[in-house]
């Protein structure tokens, strides 16, 4: 079957925007192998901005991210945080992509965040044997980098301008959400 992405298409940013909207069950036919090996870390990055991009544009908390195959590089989940959308407290952009992803060896795989990820969804970074997390922003978010480190997990920063950007808006123009989502609505009567 030939695939829109292959090995001569160009990695652009249309072409990661289809990859960050389409689901991820559907890929396959948009992309082949040959064009997933030559997705790098930035591309896979923006991926996961373009996925903050889209819950922003829902009215959500912009976070998403990206679980890859470390050997293919084949994506195998990818989500958006949906705090708002789904009414649900913990469908962060790392819980969404996990759930996409399914039931599987997280071991051998790399979940690119595009935001520092919160205490919970570092624990469940753990618990499901993640090997590597990438995180695109700790300008904004930052101190669960040590956890997952002494938890044997490889933590690489790449931070994406255009997803720091986005979220520093989004906490200046709604900072009773962005406080909700890392820590919960008794958070917003404290303040």
């Known amino acids: 079957m ?18 960050a909207h389409m689901p991820t069950a559907s890929l396959p036919m948009l992309m082949d192998e040959a064009f997933a090996q030559r997705l790098s870390d930035a591309d896979v990055m923006r991926i996961a901005v373009l996925l903050a991009q889209k819950s922003h544009g829902e009215g959500g908390c912009p976070i998403g991210a990206v679980i890859v195959d470390n050997a293919t590089r084949r ?7 949906t705090l708002v959308q789904e009414n649900h407290p913990y469908n962060h ?17 790399t979940l ?13 970074l753990h618990m499901r044997g993640f090997s590597r997390v990438v995180v695109g922003d700790v300008t904004n978010a930052s101190g669960t980098e040590p956890l997952l480190r002494d938890k044997g997990i490889q933590v690489d920063i790449l931070e994406d301008a255009r997803g720091i950007e986005l979220y520093a808006r989004f906490r200046a123009e709604r900072p009773e959400l962005d406080r909700e989502d890392w820590k919960g609505i008794r958070a917003l009567r404290e303040a």
């Open 2 to 19: 030939e695939t829109l992405l292959n090995s001569h298409s160009e990695v652009t940013e249309a072409a990661l925007a289809a990859i």
């Open 75 to 81: 994506i195998l989940g990818k989500g958006h945080n």
């Open 112 to 124: 690119f965040t595009s935001l520092s990820p919160c205490e919970i969804c570092a624990t469940l």
């Open 93 to 109: 952009g790392e819980t969404s992509a996990i759930r996409d992803a399914g039931r599987q060896d997280f071991s051998r795989t």
